[in-house]
């Protein structure tokens, strides 16, 4: 079975800056992409963007380019999710999501609570 | 990108169908068939429920459904159970080789 162990709940303040991750399986890691997706508390899903592990080429969503940065240590078959100086509307549920086909998750983590307030 | 578009809510008493409904365009839903389902419990990760417009994955009960009609996708659940109860998104392939999801329904078994 497919796993994506993501790291725990953060708590920081603005402007910190902040790299959660995302370990999956070692035999299937470079073989599907990674995305990250946001909820907001109370709030739907958002598409934040994907990443190849195998050559860690990266699409972002529009609404996150610029903000974070994806990355991977296929050494270690993990996935970052990265920002440099969090704001408060950071605040959210952040899942990483093994993309299978064109579109769709088979798999997902059990989610990183970030929380950024002053 | 806009989100698709979903009903906030919908509810059913056990026993019958519901149908959740998506609108997008013809940019995202209506341009492709790469449609996806998910199910989300409350404090869990969501979990995929259709890919590809109606294609179950392995696992996933006969009492879902899906299918898609010009812009709008729709998913299907009959004999609802307790069980059932949960957020639901869905989501499509774009043009702009993104993906977008739908705002989420909230099915209360009544």
């Known amino acids: 079975e497919v796993q994506l162990v993501q790291s725990g709940a953060e708590v920081k303040k603005p402007g910190q800056s902040l790299r959660i991750s995302c370990k999956g399986s070692a035999g299937s890691f470079t073989k599907y992409w990674i995305s990250w997706v946001r909820q907001m508390p109370g709030k739907g899903l958002e598409w934040m963007g994907n990443i190849d592990p195998s050559d860690s080429y990266t699409k972002y969503s529009p609404s996150f380019q610029g903000h974070v940065t994806f990355s991977v240590d296929k050494s270690i078959t993990t996935a970052y999710l990265q920002w440099s100086s969090l704001k408060a509307s950071d605040t959210a549920m952040y899942y990483c999501?093994?993309?299978?086909?064109?579109?769709?998750?088979?798999?997902w983590g059990q989610g990183s609570l970030v929380s950024v307030s002053s | 990108q806009s989100a698709l578009t979903q009903p906030a809510s919908v509810s059913g008493s056990p026993g019958q169908s519901i149908t959740i409904s998506c609108t997008g365009t013809s940019s995202d839903v209506g341009g492709y068939i790469y449609v996806s389902w998910y199910q989300q419990h409350p404090g869990k990760a969501p979990k995929l429920l259709m890919r590809d417009v109606s294609n179950r994955p392995s696992g996933v009960s006969s009492r879902f459904s899906g299918s898609k009609s010009g812009n709008t996708a729709s998913l299907t659940i009959s004999g609802l159970q307790a069980e059932d109860e949960a957020d639901y998104y869905c989501?499509?392939?774009?043009?702009?080789?993104?993906?977008?999801f739908g705002g989420g329904t909230k099915l209360t078994v009544l």
């Open positions: 999501a093994r993309l299978s086909g064109i579109n769709w998750f088979d798999s």
């Open positions: 989501s499509s392939y774009t043009s702009s080789s993104t993906v977008v």
